[in-house]
């Protein structure tokens, strides 16, 4: 099983892989996130990738996300979450994954509080790839790292409306990428409006 932080950063690039199939007229596309544009989806993990960085850098940051997560934006989408990429490289490299830090959750784990995060960025790459009609496969490695993080969690704290929504059907033929998308609670046949 990969730890949490070589998930993250190898997850960074994944994101950012898909961030640049963004078309600069396409970020208020919808997204399998209901009620979310893409830009909501790039908001919403940049502000996320951001908080991490300033809590692993001893900078205190206080969690505020931005509603709708894409105010959180300035300026350009891509060079926004360039900008965010280095510093988050750059503060997990070479962390001590076991150090307690205190977070919004409580006192947590640096590893711990990577998971998540980490995670999340392989779930919103999907979600962006789709608000343009495109795949992407989710790595293997990264649906088994996904699965560690969320299986010992009790129901109650993984499907709710600010996490998972309960899983969705799944084809038979389904590729594992779509199966565990179909997992997170989302609808693997999800696909944006004709038209659009």
């Known amino acids: 099983m990969i730890p ?12 950012s892989g898909t961030v640049r199939r963004i078309g600069a007229s396409d970020w208020g596309r919808p997204s399998p996130c209901e009620g979310w544009s893409a830009l909501d989806v790039l908001g919403h993990v940049g ?14 940051p206080v969690w505020s996300p931005a509603d709708p997560p894409g105010d959180a934006v300035k ?3 891509v060079v926004w ?15 001590d994954l076991t150090k307690v830090v205190d977070s919004a959750m409580g ?22 790839a789709r608000s343009v009609g495109d795949e992407v496969e989710l790595p293997a490695e990264a649906i088994d ?7 010992p969690l009790p129901e109650v704290a993984v ?13 038979i033929d389904a590729s594992s990428s779509l199966a565990f998308i179909a997992w997170t609670g989302r609808d693997p046949r999800w696909a944006p409006a004709v038209g659009r």
């Open 4 to 15: 949490p932080d070589v998930a993250f950063l190898v997850g960074l690039e994944f994101f």
């Open 159 to 171: 499907r709710n409306e600010r996490v998972f929504a309960p899983p969705t059907f799944a084809p």
């Open 81 to 95: 979450w360039d900008a965010l990429v280095e510093p988050a490289r750059r503060a997990v490299a070479g962390v």
């Open 75 to 77: 300026g350009e989408p």
């Open 107 to 128: 006192p947590r784990t640096i590893g711990e509080g990577l998971s998540f995060p980490a995670l999340d960025l392989y779930v919103h790459a999907w979600d962006l």
């Open 145 to 151: 790292f996904a699965r560690s993080v969320i299986e």
């Open 47 to 60: 502000a996320a990738v951001e908080f991490g960085t300033l809590l692993l850098t001893d900078a205190g």
